[in-house]
Every structure is written in C-alpha cells, then in structure tokens.
C-alpha cells in the first residue's frame, strides 16, 4: 500500500476518534500511536499528522463548504466515516496545494467504498466534485 494512502486511513481512523470522543488532536493522535502494535513508517506519520491537525484547524470552514453543498443533508445527520472523509478530502482540495484534487477525490471515494456503505462512494463523489471546482482558485 502506497503511504500516502496509508496515511489517509490513519487520518480517517483518527478523525473519527476525534468526533465519536471530542478529545482534543494532539490526544488522539497521541493515543493513535501508542495503541498500534508496530510503529509506521516515519513518513506515514508525518503525513497522517498533517492531515489530521490541518483537517482539525480547519473544521469550521470544512463544515460550512460541505453544508453548502451537501443538499438536503445536515452534517451531524451524515454516517460519521462519510463526514470524516469529507472533512479530510475538503482539506486536501482545499488547504493543500501540493495535492492534485482528482488524487483528493479517488482517495476518499477509495475510502468510502472501503469502510462506509455501498452507496457512499457515489455520495463523496457527488459533494467533491462540487467543491473542486472552488478549489482551483
């Protein structure tokens, strides 16, 4: 498995610690590490930080892009992995130049298929697709 990609699940996993718990990012991230069995790769968890601190500092804006275009869906209504891969691929498309946003969106729609519902990878891809537009500015 490509690292980045591996990262992205540990930033998943840890997202959704940080919403299920409400513990705070330099916790969870903390408690991430110590509960794995073998540490990652140094680059991995690089990554992964970057990822879940930028998501994090970011959460506001993140929510308020996804509402927008999230129609007839409230946020803390969507099933908590497909918010926490929406929140973290809108940070990608939205913070982080060094990211293609057709990378953004595979990978989350990947995650999606991978540890949602049948139907979430469509839902993803629908609400990314809307905002990568915006990201491009």
């Known amino acids: 498995m490509r690292r980045r990609t591996q990262a992205r699940i540990f930033a998943l996993q840890v997202l959704y610690q940080i919403d299920i718990t409400g513990d705070n990012c330099s916790d969870s991230l903390a408690n991430f590490w110590l509960a794995m069995d073998e540490a990652p790769d140094a680059q ?80 993803v891809n629908g609400i990314l697709d809307k905002i990568k537009p915006e990201s491009a500015n």
């Open 44 to 123: 991995v968890k690089e990554f992964t930080g970057e990822l879940v601190k930028g998501t994090v500092e970011h959460f506001k804006a993140i929510d308020e892009k996804i509402a927008d275009y999230a129609t007839n869906w409230q946020i803390k209504r969507m099933a908590v992995i497909d918010r926490n891969i929406l929140r973290l691929s809108c940070y990608e498309l939205l913070f982080r130049e060094d990211i293609p946003p057709k990378v953004s969106i595979n990978e989350a729609v990947d995650l999606a298929k991978k540890y949602s519902g049948p139907q979430a990878g469509k839902f």
